[in-house]
T-cell receptor
Framework: KAGVTQTPRYLIKTRGQQVTLSCSPI?????VSWYQQTPGQGLQFLFE???????NKGNFPGRFSGRQFSNSRSEMNVSTLELGDSALYLC????????????FGPGTRLLVL | DAKTTQPNSMESNEEEPVHLPCNHS???????IHWYRQLPSQGPEYVIH???SNVNNRMASLAIAEDRKSSTLILHRATLRDAAVYYC?????????????FGTGTRLTIIP
């Protein structure tokens, strides 16, 4: 079974631009979570979707948004990029609500210049 | 979220057992103890989890203190591929809390 895939793997943007990252969960998984990883703050939870509904949200500004489609694929969008948004963005999927294990993708590395 | 405390770094010789400690003195009765690891240039990877009893799987063992205020991840025979950052995480799945709250983790170095 294929793992979690994220596209693109690397991205360079400039301040003020917006970006959309994509995540395809493991087949059959309906829950998708997003995390941001930076050297200074470590891994931080962004939001989680299940059945196209956002169930949990972390402490990030409104510039960070996401959505989930009926096939469980998810996208996250960051508008008006800032230098501090440079990070590794990780997507994780799990079978359902309450599932113990999350399976992470390789991440999208975003560099904002 | 209940907090966990881990040493910043540890070293171990190849082919020897490794014991990675984690303190979680504010753990609640419904918190599961999860361990994930992150290899260089990869996303985190699930290792093991438990509630009260010690747990074993093909990757590792988890030893949980009787009062549940601490736990230890045991790698029985470390290899170079076990070099990673190991995260100890408390997760209350009963209340719909799906997010994982990562701490700073322990960076494990394996010495050949």
């Amino acid at each position: 079974k294929a793992g979690v895939t994220q596209t693109p793997r690397y991205l360079i943007k400039t301040r003020g631009q917006q970006v959309t990252l994509s995540c395809s969960p493991i087949s059959g998984h309906r829950s998708v979570s997003w995390y941001q990883q930076t050297p200074g703050q470590g891994l931080q939870f962004l939001f989680e979707y299940f059945s196209e509904t956002q169930r949990n949200k972390g402490n990030f500004p409104g510039r960070f948004s996401g959505r989930q489609f009926s096939n469980s694929r998810s996208e996250m969008n960051v508008s008006t990029l800032e230098l501090g948004d440079s990070a590794l963005y990780l997507c994780a999927s799990s079978l359902a609500v309450g599932e113990e294990t999350q399976y992470f993708g390789p991440g999208t590395r975003l560099l904002v210049l | 979220d209940a907090k966990t405390t881990q040493p910043n770094s540890m070293e171990s010789n190849e082919e020897e057992p490794v014991h990675l400690p984690c303190n979680h003195s504010t753990i609640s009765g419904t918190d599961y103890i999860h361990w994930y690891r992150q290899l260089p240039s990869q996303g985190p990877e699930y290792v093991i989890h438990g509630l009260t009893s010690n747990v074993n799987n093909r990757m590792a063992s988890l030893a949980i203190a009787e009062d549940r205020k601490s736990s230890t991840l045991i790698l029985h025979r470390a290899t170079l591929r076990d070099a990673a950052v190991y995260y100890c995480i408390l997760r209350d799945v009963y209340f719909g809390n799906e997010k994982l709250t990562f701490g700073t983790g322990t960076r494990l170095t394996i010495i050949p």
